[in-house]
C-alpha cells in the first residue's frame, strides 16, 4: 500500500520516508469529494422538505 510524505508531497513505499527520513504513520485519508457533499446536502434538504409536506399533510 502506498502511503504518503507530508514533508517531501510525494508517495512512499514502506514505513519510512527514503528522501526525508520521516517515518510515516497512516496512508492520507481521501478528502470527502465536493460533489458528495453536495450530495448529501441535497439529500438532507429534500427530506426536511418532505418531512415537512408529510406534517402539513397529516395535521389538515
Ligand atoms: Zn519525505
Known sequence: MTKWCETCDRPVEGEVCEVC???IGSPTPEPMPLR???FVVATAIYLVWRLYQLIVWLTH
Open 21 to 23: 527520513g520521516n517515518p
Open 36 to 38: 458528495w457533499k453536495f
